[in-house]
C-alpha cells in the first residue's frame, strides 16, 4: 500500500514536467529512497508506438496504436482532451483521435499514459497540424431558420443535447473498416465550409456533409452500432444518432420520417429513416456527421479509400 502511494505521487510530479519525454521517473524525487524501486520497475516496462500519422489537417481524425507489454489501460492526451487508449490486442492498445477544426496549424504534442498492474509510464509524442483549405459558403435563411436563430434557446438547448449524446459511450470496438455512404444524393455542401448568412460575415464552420436528395429518400446506417438517439433536435431537425464504439459515432438530421427507437441495434446499411427539411434547413437534403468523443470530423475521410480503422478485417 505505503508503495503504492509513493508511486502514484512521484509519476505526478514527472507527469507535470514540460520536457518529460520518455518513461524517466527519477529527476524531481532525487533522494528518495523509493525512486530506485521505481527506476528499476520502469525499466521493464515502455510504450512502442505502432501506428501514428506525422502529419494531418484539422478536421480530420486518425488512429494511433501502441504497444506496452502487460499495459492494461490507457489514455491519450492532446488538444486539451483526454481520451482513452482501448485494449485491442494483447499488450495493443489503440484509440481513434479527431482535431477540432478550430486547430491552428503547427506542432502538438500528444502525450500517451499506460498503467498495468501496479506501474504508470507515458510518453510524449509530435504531430504536425495542417491547416484546412476553408471555403464559405452565402445563404439565405427561411422564415422558419431565422425564427430558429433569434427565438435565443434553440442554439442553446442544441448545443445541451449534442453534449448528452456522446458523454457517454459502449466500449464495444469499432468494427467497420470503411464507412458506407448513408443516401443516394449530391454532396452540396463539404464539412467545414463557413456559412454567411444573408449579407453577414462567415460564421461557423459545417459541422457535417450536406447531401441534397428529395423528400422521402431513405437514409441508411454509415456503420453498425446502437441507435442512441431517435428525436426532434431544436437545430437539426428529427435525428438519428448512432454509437459505433470506439468513441465514434454517426448523426443523420433534418430527417422527415424516422423508422427506429433509441435503444435499437442496427446494421450497416439498415435503413432508419427519409430525408427531410426538419429543424434549421433551407430545403430537403441530410446533414451527416461523424463525431470521435464528441469533436466533429470529415465524414468523407470514413469512406473507402479513407480511414480504416477495424482491425479484425
Ligand atoms: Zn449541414
Same mark, same amino acid.
Given at each position: *500500500? &505505503?508503495?503504492?502511494?509513493?508511486?502514484?505521487?512521484?509519476?505526478?510530479?514527472?507527469?507535470?514536467?514540460?520536457? &518529460?519525454?520518455?518513461?524517466?521517473?527519477?529527476?524531481?524525487?532525487?533522494?528518495?529512497? @523509493?525512486?530506485?524501486?521505481?527506476?528499476?520497475?520502469?525499466?521493464?516496462?515502455?510504450?512502442?508506438?505502432?501506428?501514428?500519422?506525422?502529419?494531418?489537417?484539422?478536421?480530420?481524425?486518425?488512429?494511433?496504436?501502441?504497444?506496452?507489454?502487460?499495459?492494461?489501460?490507457?489514455?491519450?492526451?492532446?488538444?486539451?482532451? !483526454?481520451?482513452?487508449?482501448?485494449?485491442?490486442?494483447?499488450? /495493443?492498445?489503440? !484509440?481513434?483521435?479527431?482535431?477540432?477544426?478550430?486547430?491552428?496549424?503547427?506542432?502538438?504534442?500528444?502525450? &500517451?499514459?499506460?498503467?498495468?498492474?501496479?506501474?504508470?509510464?507515458?510518453?510524449?509524442?509530435?504531430?504536425?497540424?495542417?491547416?484546412?483549405? /476553408?471555403? /464559405?459558403?452565402?445563404?439565405?435563411?427561411?422564415?422558419? *431558420?431565422?425564427?430558429?436563430?433569434?427565438?435565443?434557446?434553440? %442554439?442553446?438547448?442544441?448545443?445541451?443535447?449534442?453534449? @448528452?449524446?456522446?458523454?457517454?459511450?459502449?466500449?464495444?470496438?469499432?468494427? !467497420?473498416?470503411?464507412?458506407?455512404?448513408?443516401?443516394?444524393? /449530391?454532396?452540396?455542401? %463539404? &464539412?467545414?465550409?463557413?456559412?454567411?448568412?444573408?449579407?453577414?460575415?462567415?460564421?461557423?464552420?459545417?459541422?457535417?456533409?450536406?447531401?441534397?436528395?428529395?423528400?422521402?429518400?431513405?437514409?441508411?446506417?454509415?456503420?453498425?452500432?446502437?441507435?442512441? %438517439?431517435?428525436?426532434? *433536435?431544436?437545430?437539426?431537425?428529427?435525428?438519428?444518432?448512432?454509437? #459505433?464504439?470506439?468513441?465514434?459515432?454517426?448523426?443523420?438530421?433534418?430527417?422527415?420520417?424516422?423508422?427506429?427507437?433509441?435503444?435499437?441495434?442496427?446494421?450497416?446499411?439498415?435503413?432508419?429513416?427519409?430525408?427531410?427539411?426538419?429543424?434549421?434547413?433551407?430545403?430537403? #437534403?441530410?446533414?451527416?456527421?461523424?463525431?470521435?468523443?464528441?469533436?466533429?470530423?470529415?465524414?468523407?475521410?470514413?469512406?473507402?479509400?479513407?480511414?480504416?480503422?477495424?482491425? !479484425?478485417?
Amino acid at each position: *500500500m &505505503f508503495l503504492a502511494v509513493g508511486l502514484t505521487l512521484i509519476l505526478m510530479s514527472c507527469r507535470s514536467s514540460d520536457d &518529460f519525454n520518455q518513461a524517466n521517473l527519477v529527476s524531481s524525487a532525487e533522494n528518495n529512497p @523509493q525512486v530506485e524501486l521505481v527506476e528499476l520497475l520502469d525499466r521493464e516496462h515502455s510504450i512502442d508506438v505502432i501506428e501514428i500519422p506525422s502529419e494531418v489537417y484539422a478536421g480530420d481524425s486518425f488512429r494511433v496504436m501502441i504497444s506496452s507489454s502487460g499495459g492494461l489501460l490507457g489514455s491519450l492526451k492532446v488538444f486539451g482532451n !483526454s481520451t482513452p487508449l482501448l485494449l485491442v490486442d494483447s499488450d /495493443v492498445l489503440s !484509440s481513434v483521435v479527431a482535431v477540432p477544426i478550430g486547430q491552428r496549424s503547427g506542432t502538438v504534442a500528444l502525450e &500517451f499514459v499506460v498503467t498495468g498492474i501496479n506501474w504508470q509510464i507515458s510518453k510524449v509524442m509530435q504531430l504536425e497540424i495542417l491547416e484546412r483549405p /476553408v471555403r /464559405v459558403d452565402r445563404i439565405y435563411r427561411t422564415d422558419e *431558420m431565422v425564427r430558429i436563430s433569434t427565438d435565443g434557446s434553440s %442554439f442553446v438547448e442544441e448545443v445541451d443535447l449534442r453534449e @448528452q449524446q456522446t458523454k457517454t459511450y459502449s466500449t464495444r470496438q469499432y468494427q !467497420s473498416k470503411f464507412m458506407r455512404v448513408p443516401v443516394a444524393g /449530391v454532396i452540396s455542401t %463539404f &464539412f467545414g465550409d463557413m456559412r454567411a448568412y444573408e449579407d453577414g460575415p462567415p460564421r461557423n464552420p459545417h459541422s457535417g456533409v450536406d447531401f441534397a436528395a428529395p423528400k422521402g429518400t431513405l437514409v441508411s446506417a454509415a456503420a453498425a452500432g446502437y441507435v442512441i %438517439f431517435s428525436a426532434m *433536435m431544436p437545430v437539426r431537425g428529427k435525428s438519428v444518432v448512432i454509437d #459505433h464504439g470506439s468513441g465514434v459515432f454517426s448523426g443523420y438530421h433534418h430527417l422527415s420520417k424516422v423508422y427506429l427507437a433509441g435503444g435499437s441495434w442496427i446494421n450497416a446499411g439498415g435503413y432508419l429513416g427519409e430525408v427531410g427539411s426538419t429543424g434549421y434547413s433551407t430545403g430537403p #437534403h441530410l446533414h451527416w456527421e461523424v463525431l470521435v468523443y464528441g469533436t466533429p470530423t470529415d465524414p468523407i475521410q470514413w469512406l473507402e479509400p479513407g480511414l480504416s480503422l477495424a482491425l !479484425s478485417q
